[in-house]
């Protein structure tokens, strides 16, 4: 069939996109890749990637495109369900005869609910979709495919049985491919990466076991499935050959560094084929795995600290301690790796005491760039698990994660610590950590460097004091 894999139009700068860690409109412009999209396009013949946020495409522009298909793979997320769910069915009213279906961790967790709450969808994907899609694509009986849960011609909803989890991760096509035909990558853009990037998976799954995760939790699980290194470098030296115009390569693995033999292969290779590059990493990994990294074209680990507090940490089966993330800092700096790095406000725990702790932590640890996130319970995690048991969410269970301009919410509070106050200790944070002469100088420095980051800096800095104008609203 003519398939198309969409990412829908939404609010303003939302990206709850197919590679959207968490889905919200950001702190500055950006937009991950759809590699949950791109990944199952590679294995359908003919078929296109549309990602309309990134595009700046709107409802109408994006419904002409969809009729043209007799099949469109939506990929959705718990904040967006409701939008692109109306959108399903305005597609529906435009040609009654398209098949239409979701993916994503919302409809995996819950794909009976998603199926009920509008008739415009045929079906949705569960666990691991890419083969899925392809077997639907090919025009395979439903009945036929695993992994499928949908909706039967009296309008009852069938769920078949689950497909295994994917071994064999060499047997996916290469995302890059995909990218170079049917995106503008000067769109993708992520304040801490060199403009353009591209960010691609080396495996699946990740070990850690942290509660608020939402990825291994719903889709990946928890056990790291690996391409092979041949086959990563394979992919890498397409990039460096066809996409010339790539600055830096993004590996999106949940946690890269998690088998150091492999990421030391890894930095090797991609120290012969001279790229530069960054990856998500966990606070623990040794200085001789991150010399290695570094002498190979490493400039830059995105690192999830979360909490400067030794017991959230344990609370939320972080894996980590304080302590040992100090010490993986120095050891970043002494070796010029950059860090951007993520916390986490609200967590189970969390009081004043650890939320002026956690700010302090991040002083002290000073990673060149952050992203405060607010704990959100996303349906099939055990910290929403946790959030419904113990009460922390909203009357009625409703799980407000974004606001109606899409900007997150702190959808759990605390007897002691209201929802409102964590809200807007997000500011605080951001204000505390930026606006110190010692920051403010490390900036200035960077910019000076040449005009070119002068002007995206400058762009920036609107953005975030625009982004902290509508918070405090």
Avoid at 26 to 44: G, K
Avoid at 286 to 302: A, D, H, I, Q, Y
Avoid at 358 to 381: D, F, M, R
Wanted: proline share 5%; glycine share 6%; aromatic share 10%.
């Amino acid at each position: 069939m003519k398939t198309l894999f969409l990412q829908v139009p939404s609010f303003d700068g939302f990206d709850g996109g197919a590679g959207s860690r968490y889905q919200a409109r950001r702190e500055i412009r950006s937009f991950w890749y759809p590699t949950w999209l791109a990944q199952p396009a590679a294995l359908v013949p003919d078929s296109r990637v549309l990602d309309a946020p990134a595009d700046g495409l709107g409802v109408e522009e994006t419904l002409a495109i969809a009729a043209q298909y007799e099949l469109v793979v939506i990929h959705t997320s718990t904040p967006s369900f409701p939008s692109d769910a109306l959108f399903a069915e305005r597609l529906k009213a435009m040609r009654p005869r398209v098949l239409v279906g979701m993916v994503g961790a919302k409809v995996a967790v819950d794909p009976h609910n998603s199926l009920t709450a509008t008739d415009a969808l045929d079906f949705v994907c569960r666990e691991e979709f890419d083969f899925t899609c392809k077997e639907i694509a090919e025009g395979r009986p439903f009945a036929a495919i695993r992994g499928l849960s949908y909706r039967l011609p009296d309008g009852s909803i069938e769920h078949n049985e689950a497909r295994p989890i994917l071994e064999d991760m060499d047997a996916l096509p290469f995302v890059a491919p995909v990218y170079q035909r049917d995106l503008k990558i000067d769109n993708y853009f992520i304040g801490y990466l060199k403009h353009p990037y591209v960010s691609i998976y080396t495996g699946r799954g990740c070990r850690s076991r942290c509660t608020f995760c939402l990825w291994p939790q719903t889709v990946g699980g928890h056990r790291y499935r690996v391409r092979s290194v041949e086959n990563v470098l394979a992919e890498v030296k397409w990039i460096r050959d066809n996409m010339p115009e790539v600055k830096e390569i993004m590996f999106d693995d949940d946690t890269f560094t998690d088998f150091r033999p492999r990421v030391e292969q890894i930095a090797r290779g991609l120290g012969e084929l001279g790229v530069t590059w960054s990856c998500n990493a966990k606070a623990n990994v040794p200085f001789s795995t991150l010399k290695v990294m570094k002498e190979n074209g490493l400039r830059l680990l995105l690192v999830g600290y979360e909490s400067g507090d030794d017991q959230i940490l344990l609370n939320i089966k972080k894996g980590l301690r304080t302590d040992i993330a100090r010490r993986f800092s120095e050891d970043c700096r002494k070796l010029g790796i950059k860090i951007h790095g993520t916390f986490i406000l609200g967590l189970p725990g969390e009081t004043r005491e650890t939320i002026e702790k956690t700010i302090q932590y991040a002083k002290e640890v000073n990673p060149h760039t952050i992203q405060v996130s607010l704990a959100a319970p996303y349906p099939g995690t055990t910290l929403y698990r946790q959030a419904v048991e113990n009460g922390w969410l909203e009357e009625n269970k409703v799980i407000n994660l974004v606001s109606k301009e899409g900007v997150q919410l702190a959808a759990i509070g605390y007897p002691h610590l209201s929802r409102d106050e964590i809200y807007h200790q997000l500011e605080n944070f951001y204000k505390r950590f930026y606006f110190r002469p010692s920051k403010i100088w490390e900036i200035v420095r960077e910019m000076l460097v040449s005009w070119e980051m002068t002007k995206r800096r400058l762009r920036e800095g609107v953005e975030f004091f625009r982004f902290l104008r509508t918070h405090e609203a």
